[in-house]
């Protein structure tokens, strides 16, 4: 089941902060005197306002997308991918993406999420740094793609390497929220280490990506390149600017996208496929934008004083239904005990 979470993580887009939460215990505060004591201090992600983005307006894509869990052998109702389909519906996000020549962002607009409904994410280049943003508590926290990547995923921090990367372009269309896209194939590969307090952990991961794009002229070349920084997240580090420096080549304006993920070992059987993660835009328009939309960090929300906290949301499937998931109809995960059936106690 690891397959699914890394892949939600990946896309929800799905990511984060000067201090993960598990990291919070071992965070050591400065000390304080005189009316200072009781006053949070700023985090050393605090950034510098945005000067650029305080007034008037700007020309930018906005896009409604919808992501959904695509698993394979989900079965019609009362045959045993029947709950597996439930899981599979209710796995449906919706995000907004807002993206100009150097500004972008993109909103959470799913309740009931672990990224609580109206979080922003924001990214402005020259900071090399996302901004995630918690509309409700006006607060925010500056961090790396990276440790977007690591939160998102959870657990220990994983540190990625030897990045490898192919995009291979096709002659297929599709018409996609009114603008006309074509596909392009991605293969992407790395090693990720992981080290707990158990040891160190290393393994291999292949990403297979298949992207829908549009040249379509009312859509800006700089504009793809910005919705690519949010495709991209966990790989905007040193190691990782080869993948986002060639799809930004050789990828315009994405409208859809398809990852699956294969981590080294993974068995499957012949005729069988890997969970996916599909994200199609919905909606798409050009329009003017208030630049103050898209200040990063934005105005009227100061930096966090804590680590980022998930909502209640968790996971949309619950572990038990998670657990019924099947490799194969019929065939539990190898990496995952499907909960047993409680017995009744005789009276």
Known sequence: MKTLHVLVALLSLALMATGCPKDNKDQKKEPTAGKDEKKPQPGPGALPADADYVSGNVAAAVMEVQTKLDVPNVGPEGEPGAEVKKAQESSVTNQTFVVSENRGKMVFNTPDFYVPKGTELRYNPAHKKYVLADTTKKQYWAMTGAEIGNLLE??????????????????????????????????????????????????????????????????????????????????????????????????????????????????????????????????????????????????????ATGPYEFGEGGQTASPDLLGKIPAKQGTPPKDVKAPEEKKEEKK
């Open 154 to 303: 959870g657990g220990p921090s994983m540190t990625r390497a030897n990045y490898t990367i192919k995009v291979t372009p096709t002659e297929e269309k599709e018409t996609i929220a009114t603008f006309e896209a074509v596909k392009s194939d991605v293969e992407l590969g790395f090693d990720w280490t992981v080290r707990t307090k158990a040891g160190e952990k290393k393994g291999k991961v292949q990403v297979k990506l298949v992207i829908w794009h549009s040249a379509d002229a009312k859509l800006k070349d700089p504009w793809g390149k910005m919705a690519i920084d949010f495709l991209t997240v966990p790989f905007q580090d040193e190691q990782g600017q080869k993948v986002v420096d060639e799809l930004k080549s050789k990828v315009k304006f994405p409208l859809k996208w398809a990852m699956e993920v294969i981590n080294e070992g993974q068995a499957k059987e012949k005729g069988e496929s890997h969970p996916k993660l599909v994200t199609v835009a919905q909606k798409l328009e050009v329009k003017d934008v208030a630049k103050a939309e898209l200040a990063s960090p934005p105005a009227g929300i100061a930096p």
